[in-house]
């Protein structure tokens, strides 16, 4: 088979490699469809990943397919059957998962290797996190369950039902993740102000339902005028970084209004720190949150969403490469040129 191997820093091999062969309880996934992420880059550049993978490699970890052979014991899915397995599986021993906090299993076992023609998905996650594909979803689309699915995961983590219904919402950043979360919020009726840098992806927001934009400086310092685009000018109920920029954070926490909530949703680099208004935080009884990956129940409820005619999710799919085209799409994500990429066997199939 044909797979993307990752080497180390920027270095991508197009590699022949045997077709797996599934042991009792594991499934082998034809790849229909895989979408590339802010994640990916990530990994593209520094050549690894400190929880998910360390090169050498196969990665890639948004994916759809087919079942293409299942080994002893599976009887969940038959050969042919369209899926979507999520890149995370929990062991629902520990105490995280005990309290319904998978995605902080202390056994997260990661699933990566969807640039590739065919990956061999284990059994715990064949048990726990493979689900049917719903007749009518493309492929494509489908493959965006697992993003999606970390965005509910976020919007859930945000307590709105404590605003009630109609919440003014900043959000920062127009990435992938970004744009997700102001289709989710918006479609639930939500009044979501996006913020970005770039004009382009601020567009995309407004077809995804955005209220208002406001176009602002790289590197931070932009609260007050996030907090001014607010409708009464005192701040947003909730503001969720999607960037993972500490300066970025800490505009998210300085754009509220007292009682508000800041979701630090985008990853820092570790060891980063930011500044806090210690009596901002203390005499406005901020929530100041962090959120992280997903969890079982927020892939299905994903799927489902991504299934309905509510969501429009396909104008974040930039275009086509094949397998051989990975280097390139993860590039042209490094210019700013395309917001998701969808990975097939061949472009266009």
Known sequence: ??????????RIEIQELPVPRPGPGEILLSVEAA??????????????????????????????????AA?????????????VVANSAPCLACGPCKMGRENLCEDLQYLN?????FLLVPERFVRLNT????????????????????????IDACDLQRYGQGVEILVFGAGPIGLLFTAALAADGHRVILADPNP???????????ADTIEIARGGGQ?????????????????????????????????????GLANLFGGCAPGATILLDAALVHYGELTIKGAYHHRPDSIRKALKL?????????????????????????????????????????AGG
């Open 35 to 68: 979408t590339t992420c802010g994640t990916d880059v990530k990994v593209y550049r520094l050549g690894g990943h400190p929880r998910m993978l360390r090169a050498p490699a196969l990665f890639g970890h948004e994916m759809a397919g087919r079942v293409a």
């Open 306 to 346: 991504l299934s309905g005619p509510g969501l429009e999710a396909d104008l974040l799919l930039s275009g086509e490469k094949p397998i051989e085209g990975v280097e390139e799409a993860l590039r042209s994500m490094m210019r700013k040129e395309a917001l998701k990429v969808v990975i097939r066997k061949q």
């Open 200 to 210: 382009g992806r601020l567009e995309t927001g407004k077809a995804l339902g955005a």
């Open 131 to 154: 689900h049917p594909i719903p007749n009518g979803l493309s492929f494509a689309r489908a493959a965006l369950t697992e993003p999606l699915g970390c965005v509910l995961h976020g």
């Open 1 to 10: 088979m044909q797979a993307a191997v990752l080497l180390g820093p920027e």
């Open 223 to 259: 609260a007050d005028a996030a907090r001014a685009r607010t409708e009464d000018g005192k701040g947003a109920w909730v503001a969720i970084d999607a960037t993972g920029v500490p300066e970025v954070w800490s505009d998210a926490i300085a754009s509220l209004r007292p009682g």
């Open 113 to 117: 290797g969807a640039f590739a023609e």
């Open 71 to 83: 080994g002893a014991g599976v009887t969940e899915f038959a050969l042919g059957d369209p899926v």
